[in-house]
């Protein structure tokens, strides 16, 4: 390829008169140190998510060195642009409000810079999902690394990981079983490296399926950020980005229904983050690929548990890299994959997993399906009079004995009312009741992870560990619990969540997969006429998303995308 050609064939900014923005692009890329024989190799974007706002992504800069290592050795021109970086734990309210942005952002950007193809850095949870969401429309390859997930850590002997170990530590705290010394001491001995949370919560779940869906090199998902392996994955990536800019395979061409068919499976098997369900819609209906929420039912429920990891589990993201990652789960899913599908690597799964190694009795990560750790159906749809067009369930999470539960409803109109009124030692609250939380869907509250409300304080000191919660919320890939979530129509856009008053019975029948209000059709409908609309955002991003986002059953994306 010419320099004439880089000028020819990539989009130019807009001057009107197309050889004089070719000439000023020359001019600008020598003031960068660019000469003709760098702008006659493929260019390779590489998007750059640090940001000290983003402990999650400390491994980026390491990680972009080693990618653009591997793009040089191909002959490639590597060229780092950021874009911006969500960070779980440090944006308020929800990470997942700006999901959409970072999603629209990395599109625009991909268009409108002169790249060839391009690799996408994420990790944290929010991250890896809007990446995969401009990948399926983007018109030039894309290829997906991660920063990888933390290593673990200890605490008086006990190996502690994020965050479902939080969760279990801030538990005990909350029921006296921890002093505030022992709760401060154990803060900083969760997350003690680079990387994301090392359980399969949402970030171990997304990279996951990133790679299950084809759209990052196999064993990608895995090896820890820390780790030399994850660094040989980032140079590899860079060299078959190079490869990918001189014979393209597009993500949109990648992203069938075949492939989320696939990926779906191996959620089921790692009983990954409810979390990658919105997430999936929202890919699958940019890649105008045919899933929508039962198909997570339909295939969840033939799928059993393979994986022993937190939160399902016991493990950690590093014992699973260790036992061979994701082609080996993969591999004993062989049986039920679609095997032709193709991928960034460029060869069918089934070449692929042809050099995979079974999972050996030598490890007690990854079981058979012959031999599950789990029953299937880790993942669950409901629908009924409280969620008409769907709501999901973890039931891998969940505890048995409330699988089937009625019980009266207490109402929380917000988050912050719940916590208030769940720290009161005097809250009218027994172990039958049933958590109700609304205004927390895409249009009220950008959809945060508050669905997992915390137990009553009064509850937790009698040793209650859970009860049912129903919610229009998410919640984090590392919680546990009796959780139902996504309830759609969120109460927001007039769902029966809305309707609920407290008192009234709710009943929940994970096996008949139902969730309903049991309060006569004539009484809701007179509540109906009683509703008042929220109040939206003046002004701001916030605004336009409430004006355009989707239900959770259809991936909570925007509309016009
Ligand atoms: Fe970033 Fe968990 S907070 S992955």
Redesign the pocket.
């Known amino acids: 390829m010419s320099t004439d050609d880089f000028k020819k064939n990539k989009r130019v900014t807009s001057y009107g008169d197309e050889n004089f923005s070719n000439f000023l692009r020359g001019a600008f890329l020598s003031a960068a140190g660019y000469d003709r024989q760098d702008l006659s190799r493929p260019i390779v974007g590489i998007a750059d998510l640090r940001s000290d706002f983003n402990p ?1 992504h400390r491994g980026v800069p390491e990680i972009i060195e080693h990618v653009k290592r591997g793009v040089l050795e191909s002959g490639g021109l590597p060229m780092v642009f950021p874009t911006m970086s969500l ?3 440090l944006l308020s309210p929800t990470s997942m409000l700006f999901r959409n942005l970072l999603a629209m952002e990395t599109e625009e950007l991909i268009r409108a810079q002169p790249m060839d193809s391009v690799v996408l850095i994420g ?3 929010k991250t890896v999902p809007a990446q995969m969401m401009a990948a399926a429309v983007s018109e030039i390859p894309v290829i997906l690394e991660v920063t990888g997930p933390m290593i673990t850590n200890s605490w008086k002997g006990e190996r502690l990981g ?2 479902t170990d939080c969760r279990r530590m801030w538990s005990k705290y909350r029921a006296g079983e921890l002093t505030k010394s022992e709760i401060e001491s154990v803060e900083g001995s969760l997350a003690t490296t680079s990387g ?2 090392m359980v399969m ?1 949402t ?1 171990s779940t997304m990279a996951s399926m990133a790679e299950a869906l084809g759209l990052m090199l196999p064993g990608g998902a895995t090896p820890p950020s820390p780790t030399g392996n994850r660094l040989r994955h980032a140079t590899a990536t860079g060299r078959r980005a190079v490869e990918l800019a001189k014979n393209p395979i597009l993500a949109k061409d990648i992203l069938t229904t075949k492939a989320f068919h696939n990926a779906i499976k191996v959620l089921a098997a790692i009983g990954g983050s409810t979390n990658a369900i919105v997430h999936l819609l929202a890919i699958a209906g940019r890649a105008k690929a045919d899933v929508n929420l039962k198909t997570f039912d339909d295939i969840a429920s033939k799928i059993p548990l393979l994986l022993n990891l937190k939160p399902s589990g016991q493990k950690y993201m590093e014992d699973f890299d260790q036992a061979g990652g994701v082609p080996v789960l993969m591999k004993e899913l062989e049986s039920v994959l679609d095997l032709d599908h193709v991928g960034v690597a460029g060869t069918p799964l089934r070449e692929i997993l042809s050099k995979v190694e079974p999972a050996g009795s030598w490890q007690d990560v990854i079981t058979t399906l012959d031999e599950p750790l789990g029953a299937s159906g880790a993942l669950a749809v409901l629908y009924g009079s409280l969620a008409p067009k769907g709501a999901v369930i973890k039931t891998s999470a969940a505890s048995k004995e409330l699988m089937q539960h009625t019980g009266p409803a207490i109402v929380f109109e917000s988050a912050a009312e719940a916590s208030l009124k769940l720290d009161d030692p005097n809250f009218d609250v027994t172990a039958d009741h049933v958590l109700v939380l609304r205004n927390s869907g895409p249009i009220a509250a950008g959809m945060p992870e508050a669905g997992s409300l915390p137990i009553p304080k009064k509850l937790a000191l009698q040793g209650v560990k859970d009860m049912v919660r129903v919610s229009d919320a998410r919640m984090s890939g590392t919680s546990y619990g009796t959780v139902v979530l996504h309830c759609s129509p969120e109460s927001a856009a007039g769902g029966p969540l809305a309707l609920v008053r407290d008192g009234d019975l709710i009943q929940l029948d994970v096996a008949n997969r139902t969730i309903n209000l049991l309060v006569s059709e004539e009484e809701l409908s007179k509540r109906e006429k009683e509703l008042k609309p929220i109040q939206k955002a003046e002004r701001g991003w916030f605004r336009l998303y409430q004006e355009h986002v989707t239900q959770a059953h259809l991936g909570a994306d925007m509309d016009f995308l």
């Open positions: 999650c960070g779980e734990t990790g944290c949870d994020a965050c994301t949370c919560g970030a």
